[in-house]
């Protein structure tokens, strides 16, 4: 039975429990235990994976060597002796491309699909300068909200591209992925149990990270639907469901509190006029 047919069975292994350190501080998976999460039970099928996801990362214009690196691993055999064999140290952008070049059938590959790819959008915003410079909560708050706006207009003429035409429509699209990210509830079970009044928006009372949640919702929808030319209402929700489920996913297996239990935050327009203000009296 090969690796495309066998049932994937449960893995006591995480990404995230995989990930190792190295003697400067820096992150990286090894190959070896990155193919037994994916479910690849013979190491020479997985390394067809590698080869493409090379030729990725040299088409997009990085060096491989800086994200690939041969190196040796120890294993311990049956007999209890140790046998030394190759494997490769992976950065966290060679594990999101050889996710996005596994095989598709397998449901870890997608959940490690967006795994990485959360990840990745997270050191993203980090390394952005202009991210780096906000100190306080409030200040990644009003970018992160900034950003869900702006990503928000570019999901809404994707979906419409896709078939979703009417106000109506677009309410019932958006509802599959606060359905598929908050475990079933949509936005007015959100509205109720974030004890919200009826004239407050959702997303003017999210924290910052539960802002990132939804920032990567939409933002990989959009991509999605975009990618795979996604077209009808139905598959159109179909699709916001599915990534907000994976997203919801990966927040569990970094760990994180889900984010119908996160604590509702202070309305992001009384913020807004704060920081109005401030800047007038700075004049």
Same mark, same amino acid.
């Given at each position: ?116 790819? @959360?990840?990745?959008?997270? /050191? &993203? !915003? ?10 306080? %909560?409030?200040? =990644? *708050? ?104 994976? @997203?919801?996913?990966?927040? /569990? &297996? !970094? ?10 935050? %202070?309305?992001? =327009? *009384? ?13």
């Amino acid at each position: 039975m090969n690796d495309r047919n066998k049932l994937d069975k449960p893995n006591k292994l995480t990404f995230e429990s995989i990930k190792q350190i190295n003697e400067y501080g820096q992150e990286y998976w090894s190959s070896r235990e990155l193919a037994k999460v994916l479910g690849y039970t013979d190491y020479r099928n997985f390394l067809s994976v590698i080869a493409k996801a090379k030729e990725a990362c040299k088409n997009s214009g990085h060096k491989t060597s800086d994200h690939f690196v041969d190196i040796d691993e120890m294993v311990q055999l049956g007999s209890g002796a140790k046998r030394e064999i190759d494997s490769q140290a992976l950065s966290r952008y060679a594990c999101y491309l050889i996710v996005q070049n596994a095989d598709p059938e397998k449901e870890i590959v997608a959940l490690g699909q967006t795994y990485f790819a @959360v990840q990745t959008r997270k /050191q &993203e !915003l980090i390394e952005t300068k202009k991210y780096q410079e906000l100190k306080t %909560e409030e200040e =990644k *708050r009003l970018f992160l909200r900034s950003e869900m706006k702006r990503h928000n207009k570019l999901l809404a003429f994707t979906a419409k591209e896709a078939g979703i035409i009417e106000t109506i429509d677009y309410a019932i699209f958006q509802d599959h992925g606060y359905k598929g990210l908050y475990g079933g509830l949509n936005s007015k079970d959100i509205h109720k149990k974030k004890r919200l009044k009826k004239n407050e928006q959702i997303l003017d009372h999210m924290g910052s990270t539960e802002l990132a949640a939804n920032l990567f919702r939409a933002t990989q929808t959009e991509d999605k639907l975009r990618r795979e030319n996604i077209k009808g209402k139905e598959k159109a929700n179909q699709t916001h469901f599915e990534v907000g489920q994976k @997203v919801r996913k990966t927040i /569990q &297996e !970094l760990g994180g509190e889900m984010p119908e239990n996160l604590p509702t935050a %202070e309305s992001i =327009k *009384r913020i807004e006029k704060r920081a109005k203000k401030q800047i007038k009296e700075n004049k």
